[in-house]
């Protein structure tokens, strides 16, 4: 299945699309090293599976840049695929399981948690808007009771003053109030 495209034919721009099904479709195409991360293993394996397992390995659908340096490109599905055939076997070899994960199941894993925080925070920004409320509005009648108070203080002292009384005697003394 894999080809080797002629590099002398290739057009001047440097596309070379090796399964002209996917013209058009380049959304569900990735670059073997994209592929690497998707599947959760280094690029260096994939290019070793691609060597290894020409007759398995997906097709290549599309060859970009110059001649010298090609960037591979195939279809993400079949790479998907084609790994998880590789950890099936690897794991038959082996009798365990391969230590990595493909990148989209820890991006789920990510995201889920990600969902999870950010519901705890929304939830815990609602209780303490509510809390900052209550807050604000005993802050609110304390300062209206502090007000009211001042207001008696200032009538008694008023009124003490108007009927010529000395005023109240207080607890502290002459010299506690010396320095």
Do not use: C
């Not at 939830?123 to 207001?151: G, Y």
């Not at 009927?163 to 010396?178: D, S, V």
């Amino acid at each position: 299945m894999h080809q080797q495209p002629d590099p002398t034919a290739a057009p001047p721009d440097g596309v070379v699309w090796l399964r002209p099904e996917y013209q058009g479709r380049q959304g569900e195409l990735v670059t073997l090293a994209a592929g690497a991360r998707l599947v959760g293993v280094s690029a260096a394996a994939v290019s070793n599976w691609q060597n290894r397992y020409p007759e398995d390995f997906p097709a290549l659908a599309l060859l970009t840049g110059p001649p010298h340096k090609r960037t591979k490109w195939v279809v993400a599905v079949e790479l998907v695929a084609f790994a998880r055939d590789q950890r099936t076997r690897e794991r038959d070899r082996t009798g365990r399981r391969s230590p990595q994960r493909p990148g989209a199941e820890i991006a789920a894993e990510q995201t889920a948690h990600y969902e999870e925080v950010l519901r705890t925070l929304t939830e815990r920004e609602q209780r303490q808007r509510q809390a900052l409320a209550r807050t604000r509005a005993a802050k609110r009648a304390a300062e209206e009771k502090l007000a009211r108070a001042r207001a008696r203080l200032t009538a008694e002292v008023d009124a003490v003053a108007r009927l010529g009384i000395p005023a109240a005697r207080t607890t502290t003394t002459e010299k506690e109030t010396r320095p």
